[in-house]
């Protein structure tokens, strides 16, 4: 089959949105679905369940405002917009921002040459973008190491009721960990493999804890099968929950206790923001 649908794509694929995969490359010449891009595609759709939810439970009568963070090549952004807006008359506005000026003039030419009025790409380094009007979700899907962090901040800044972070490479906390000697961790940190794994833990425990910290409910799963990426693990927020100080306190020690020096902690302080406790 073409497009097979155990990727999870819709039956019946619009014309439009086949042009759209040709032009992102995830279809050959002959019309046949490349085998590189089927696993970007998958994780494409993997997001598309999770929106569903986000349309159902935002005001129906507002437009849905994303901000996708770290946009690179424009997969997710363009797809997904395109596959949103065919099964909804919702307006959505996309903006897709990413430090590279390459990628982002790409992916304005392929969102101009499919007429495509709601979506815009910026060249912008994630915490310097401003936005001009309310967030509803912030997306970053494998935003390198601490740029996820630059994500987080930026979803606490503007106040997104939905955050979703995908992250990759956290390299930051693994290289501080080779000098623990004592206690439990020092048995993982002492092998570089392991120390790897445990450094990708930690970040990603501490991410959440901050999102707990400043109110939000927090979910972490694994958004698409590893047979597409190793990097599968979404840390998904919605915010509307009352701030929590254990999480707010189990963050600060294990910093402390580690010793560990984060690049999210030194852009909460830079960007002056404190969780909202009692
Ligand atoms: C691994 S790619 C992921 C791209 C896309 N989200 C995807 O999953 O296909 C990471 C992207 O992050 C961008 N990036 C890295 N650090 C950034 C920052 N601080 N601000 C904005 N973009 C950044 C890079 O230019 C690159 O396009």
């Known amino acids: ?50 929106m569903r939810k986000v349309l159902s439970k935002t005001n129906k009568r507002k437009s849905l405002n994303v901000l996708e963070c770290a946009s690179g090549k424009g997969h997710l952004g363009l797809l997904l917009n395109q596959f949103l807006s065919e099964e909804t ?7 897709g921002i990413d430090n590279s000026e390459k990628l982002v003039k790409k992916c304005r030419n392929i969102a101009e040459e499919m007429g495509l009025e709601n979506v815009e790409y910026r060249t912008s380094r994630i915490l310097d973008y401003t936005c001009d009007g309310p967030i509803h979700v912030l997306l970053g899907l494998h935003a390198c190491d601490t740029a996820t962090d630059e994500a ?20 930051e906390v693994s290289g501080q960990l080779a000098g623990i000697e004592n206690g439990v961790l020092a048995v993982i940190a002492g092998n570089y493999t392991h120390r790897k794994v445990l450094g990708t833990l930690l970040t990603d425990s501490l991410r959440r804890l901050i999102l707990e910290s400043f109110g939000y409910e927090v979910d972490v799963f694994e958004y698409v099968s590893v047979r597409r990426t190793e990097k599968n693990i979404m840390i998904r927020g919605e915010s509307g929950k009352v701030p929590d100080e254990n999480s707010w306190v189990a963050y600060r020690s294990t910093l402390e206790e580690l010793g560990l020096r984060l690049t999210l902690d030194e852009l909460l302080v830079e960007r002056g923001l404190s969780p909202p406790l009692e």
């Not at 999870?8 to 040709?22: A, D, F, I, V």
């Not at 995830?26 to 598309?48: A, C, P, T, W, Y």
């Not at 987080?152 to 390299?171: D, M, N, S």
């Open 152 to 171: 987080l901040v930026k979803g606490l800044e503007i106040r997104a009721r939905y955050i979703f972070l995908v992250p990759c490479c956290q390299r």
């Open 1 to 50: 089959m073409l497009y097979p649908v155990e990727l999870g794509l819709p039956e019946e694929l619009s014309e439009e949105t086949k042009r759209l995969m040709r032009l992102l490359g995830h279809v050959s010449r002959q019309g046949r679905l490349r085998e590189d891009g089927r696993d970007k595609l998958e994780q494409v759709i993997s997001f598309l369940p999770l």
């Open 89 to 95: 008359d919702r307006e959505i506005n996309w903006v």
